[in-house]
């Protein structure tokens, strides 16, 4: 891919949130990356994203460095052009050879390969317009990757979602090798699949805590939560299944550990901040687990007895894991370079996420709002805010805890990939 030239064009849907999976898998592999933001595409994500990960401007508008003449020299210099994700309205505007902004002049100026993802309801994506302008696209040599069938905006699902960042890097390879012929009768939509192999987290280190910490009162009872450690766990799995080597530091579960994880039981929240700081240097820290803010004061040595009265009970607080991972971080005594906090919360789930995000110095925190339906405790299902400290949100409508934790990673991975493009493919010590 070096000195290969590939122009994404970035439109305004939901997907554009994995954008920048697609733009950094690309730069990794060498290729020089010009990503135009559409206005739409700006909604969902940053210009500063992708200047970070492509190390060049992130142009927008026709009217920006008009003396370069952008739309032209962008459609001239192009090994590919490449949108994703690809609304109606774009395939629309492309199909009608509109060119009322920088992406749709782009588009009508290359002679390049195009390479799109459609992205939309399904309702959209089967309506005979878009039907049309899909094949209007197809007749002219563009190459339509997917929709896949999945999860959409709003809970929704069916089809109509982006493939995967991966099958459209694919998609985008293959297109550079191609052709710049239209073959007669147009070009067949791509069906690339992801290398299932494909170990994009090989060599990186994560922990992962989950479950309910407990606060032992005798020998018999304790203080605890209703955390069932569903969430942590499908996290730790799903960067098992990236190919990190991964620690569940768990407290109170009785759910199984998932492949390829390596299970850490604790107990209190003191032995958690004890087994979790020992491991602070990993790539990432995913505080997942609730974990009790009080212990009692003395822990009886013997079963509390109805004889002896009503006992009061008397607490102390006990050490904030993610706060202490956070400060040590700050006062550069080390820590991972991502570290992502949760909090469960009943009123104004986002503004107090915000504070809780800035008081403990993490650098994402997964906001779930325990008054909404499905989401929570004890469900196998969860809505959730992913706020960054850089001020951007990501949120993730009611779906399964498996998917919010592989939307939860593609978020980290964007972040691990700034700060670290291409980790040791090499085992972690002692592994
Ligand atoms: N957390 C932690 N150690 C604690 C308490 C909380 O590491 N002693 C972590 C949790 O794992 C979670 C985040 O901090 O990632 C937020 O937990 P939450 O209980 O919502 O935070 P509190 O500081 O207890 O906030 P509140 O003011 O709502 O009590």
């Not at 002049?105 to 302008?133: D, F, K």
């Amino acid at each position: 891919m070096r000195n290969r030239r590939i122009v994404i064009g970035v439109t305004g849907g939901i997907a554009a949130y994995k954008a920048p999976l697609v733009v950094r898998r690309l730069v990794a592999a060498g290729a020089d990356v010009d990503v135009v933001l559409t206005r739409g595409g700006a909604r969902f994500v940053g210009a500063a994203t992708f200047e970070g990960l492509t190390g060049r401007a992130v142009r927008s508008e026709v009217w920006d460095a008009v003396e370069e003449e952008t739309h032209v020299a962008l459609a001239r210099h192009a090994d590919v052009v490449a949108v994703y994700p690809a609304t109606a309205h774009t395939m629309a505007r492309a199909a009608s050879g509109l060119a009322d902004d920088l992406l749709t002049t782009t588009l009508l100026a290359t002679t390049a390969p195009v390479v799109m993802a459609p992205a939309m309801h399904t309702e959209m994506w089967e309506h005979p317009a878009t039907r049309a302008n899909a094949a209007v696209l197809r007749e002219r040599g563009v190459a339509l990757v997917g929709p896949a069938e999945g999860a959409l905006m709003g809970g929704d699902v069916g089809a109509g979602r982006a493939v995967e960042p991966d099958a459209f890097v694919a998609a985008v390879v293959a297109a550079l090798g191609q052709d710049r012929e239209t073959p007669v009768g147009g070009v067949p939509d791509l069906e690339v699949v992801a290398d299932p192999d494909e170990q994009p987290w090989a060599g990186r280190r994560v922990v992962v805590t989950a479950g309910g910490t407990r606060e032992p009162i005798d020998p018999v009872r304790w203080l605890g939560n209703r955390s069932t450690g569903r969430m942590g766990i499908a996290i730790a799995a799903a960067a098992a299944r990236r190919g990190a080597d991964v620690d569940l530091v768990i407290a109170g579960s009785e759910l199984p550990t998932p492949p390829g994880v390596t299970r850490v039981e604790v107990t209190t929240a003191s032995e958690m901040h004890e087994q979790v700081l020992a491991r602070a240097d990993a790539d990432v820290v995913v505080k997942a687990a609730a974990v009790a803010d009080f212990r009692p004061a003395d822990v009886a040595q013997r079963k509390l007895k109805k004889a002896d009265g009503t006992p009061t009970l008397s607490l102390v607080p006990n050490p904030d894991i993610l706060a202490d991972l956070g400060r040590r971080r700050a006062e550069g005594g080390g820590g991972p370079t991502v570290l992502v906090g949760f909090a469960a919360e009943t009123d104004d789930p986002v503004a107090n996420g915000r504070d809780k995000l800035a008081r403990k110095q993490a650098d994402l925190l997964v906001v779930n709002d325990l008054t909404a339906t499905g989401a929570g405790f004890g469900h196998d299902t969860n809505e959730v805010v992913i706020l960054a400290a850089d001020g951007s949100r990501t949120d993730v409508a009611l779906t399964s805890k498996d998917e919010v934790a592989d939307r939860l990673l593609d978020v980290v991975d964007v972040r691990l990939a700034a700060a670290d493009p291409a980790p040791s493919r090499e085992p972690a010590p002692g592994r």
